[in-house]
């Protein structure tokens, strides 16, 4: 009889993000070719993110040696830096909860695993992607923790835990041939399941427009308790994401817990249109980050919008401070704070 080998068979289960943390990984922009005409702007934003975050756990930056003179300058304007840790590790992007290491925890919290998935930057949309796909690894050595390796493409913000067994994605990425070949929903549902310490895999359909992802379940639906969702809707039939948010919203309200009753779900109005260059960004309020004792939200310059969403979210997660963070130049680059951010979940019994 073989020897257990996957996260299922050895008793790991995959987290919720409102489960208590030890820390939140992010990645520094190193690359000039960002965020074209705003990338100082969106350097001094980032520093003061890093600072608001570890106003509620220790942050980890992943960030050369290089440039951490710089970031530690622009930090120090921002707010006081000391539990933010820099790694000297030079990604080739920022968007961390793609690339970075999904965290698992066996069954009574005390210990912690590394499932290091294949990244191939969207479908290999971008060909600089080896750094980001050895960042697992590297951040798994870090830690000092145990690390299963797959060869399957997977992307952190593709996939949302409800830390009861089940998560939630979308057909338009997971069944894309780009990432794993012509592959069925059996087969895929098969390796999270093995891969995850999962039950059951919960398909949304399509994304937003303007996603370079092709349907990131981060931007569309998110847990915010074991049986609640959160869902972005918009009410204008005219809106080129009514339709495919429409269809989300009918199946949310068509799963079951596992316990078979209905979620709770709860509606959450994506934010007016935003252009850049003609084309429509994947702005969404669903891109927020989850932390011990917080929920830092991205707003896009639109009072009436981004107060209703703080107010939703809020509601949401009654026991965090909501706090609004202007994400309108980093959506430039098509993602937002939880696209950027990857969290560690805290194990039991140390201090």
Known sequence: MNAPSTPKELGYRFPAEWEPQAAVWFAWPTRDDLWAGVLPQVREQLAALYVLAARFQPVCVLCPQSAQADLQAL???????????????????????????????????????????????????????????????????????????????????????????????????????????EIGKQQIEARLVAGLGIDQVLWLQDGLVGDDTDGHIDNLARFYKDDGILMASVTDSDDDNFAALSENTRRIQAFRTPTGQPYASVALPLPEPIYLDGTRLAASYMNYLVLNGAVLVPTYGQPQRDAEALKIIADCYPSREVVGFDCRDIVREGGAIHCMSQHQPAVRGLS
Do not use: H
Not at 150 to 162: H, K, M, Q, R, Y
């Open 75 to 181: 930090m120090a304007q921002a707010g006081d830096a000391s539990d933010v840790t820099l790694y000297n590790y030079q990604t080739d992007d920022v968007w961390c909860r793609d690339y970075g290491p999904l965290f698992l925890l066996n069954e009574d919290g005390t210990e912690l695993c590394i499932t290091d998935w294949t990244y191939n930057a969207w479908g290999n949309k971008y060909p600089l992607q080896q750094k980001d796909n050895n960042a697992s690894a590297w951040i798994a050595d870090q830690v000092g923790v145990r690390r299963l390796v797959f060869d399957t493409v997977l992307e952190g913000g593709a996939i949302e835990s409800n830390g009861a067994g089940q998560v939630l994605t979308t057909e338009v990425v997971l069944l894309n041939p780009s990432r794993n070949g």
